[in-house]
């Protein structure tokens, strides 16, 4: 029987430790403060919004929350981000995604300092992922890296694939399993053969967005599979949340995360850990919240 990661209890240990990190950082005179920017009224993000800003308080951090109306325009919306890098109360920026159609996700990403940049989207911390240097981690990436953990002593070596190909997810989880020296391959919904190559892997991550696509019969008895997918479907009349992968084909697994209540929980805990992290840094103190000590 596969073991079940438990991604609540998990997240719940990380905000536990930055929680404490806030009060010792306290008694040094700083609060941390994160920022998040939503534009327009998607139900899905104002949802995650909700809970951005809920859980940086729970933290004991300082929470700013801005609003703005689908209608904003591009420069608008620059100019508030701008703002936002001058004001020395902010740590982190986060603008929720997806933005409006008429904006240019990119553009407002490359605007936010990369020092407050605690979505790690900007291409300077891009850029360090890739060749090792620090920066700041993408959340849910990272929040794989720390589920991982928890069922892998020895990466080494490993065979790991990726489905999926995205900046926010794909791309920086293949270059966190490259660091530790997995041989990795990065999948999409167009590769040929994908079953054979998932087939191949001892790491399996999903983050496809597409409901059930990994079937049981797709993993290596043993293999580990991270499920990022998020999907909403309907199931007997009812609408539920199922994953890409089909869980209750993963009992030969030897670790499965759960959807609800894998991957998800935990970036919103590293978007705080983020945001300690930029908090030292941007005032030159050593050191953050040691996410893998969590696990
Ligand atoms: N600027 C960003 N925008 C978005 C990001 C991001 O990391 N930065 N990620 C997603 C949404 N997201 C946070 O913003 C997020 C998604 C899912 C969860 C979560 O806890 N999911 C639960 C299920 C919740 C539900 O019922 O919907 C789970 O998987 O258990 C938290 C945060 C897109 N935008």
């Known amino acids: 029987m596969a073991a079940i990661i438990d991604g609540r209890a998990i997240a719940a240990k990380l905000r536990g430790r930055v929680a404490e990190e806030v009060v010792s950082l306290a008694a040094e005179g700083i609060v941390p403060g994160l920022a998040v920017v939503l534009v327009g009224d998607d139900p899905a993000s104002q949802v995650y919004v909700r809970s951005k800003v809920t859980q940086t308080l729970e933290a004991g951090m300082r929470s700013f929350e801005h609003r703005l109306p689908a209608s904003t325009s591009q420069e608008e919306l620059l100019g508030f981000v701008a703002a936002l890098n001058d004001d020395d109360a902010v740590d982190g920026i986060l603008v929720q995604l997806p933005l409006p159609q008429h904006i240019d996700s990119d553009l407002v990403l490359d605007a936010i300092d ?16 890739s060749t090792g240097t620090g920066g700041l981690i993408p959340c849910t990436p990272l929040g794989c890296m720390i ?19 995205s900046n926010i997810v794909g791309k920086p989880v293949a270059m966190l399993l490259l660091e530790r020296e997995c041989t990795v391959t ?38 580990v599979v991270i499920d990022v997918g998020i999907n909403r479907v309907e199931r007997d009349g009812r609408k539920v949340i199922i994953g890409d992968a089909v869980r209750e084909e993963m009992d030969h697994a030897a670790a499965v995360t759960p959807v609800p209540g894998g991957v998800g929980p935990m970036t919103i805990a590293c978007l705080l850990s983020n945001t300690l992290r930029a908090a030292r840094r941007r005032r030159g103190l050593p050191g953050a919240v040691r996410e893998a000590a969590v696990a």
């Open 114 to 129: 990369p020092l407050k940049d605690v979505d790690g989207f900007h291409p300077v911390n891009v850029g360090r992922l």
């Open 147 to 165: 589920l991982l953990d928890t069922a892998i002593d020895h990466y080494r070596g490993l065979k790991a694939v990726v489905i999926g190909k």
């Open 186 to 223: 990065v999948t999409h919904i167009a590769t040929r053969n994908l079953p054979d190559t998932v087939r191949s892997a001892d790491i399996v991550v999903v983050a496809a967005g597409s409901p059930g696509l990994v079937r049981g019969d797709w993993v290596k008895p043993g293999a």
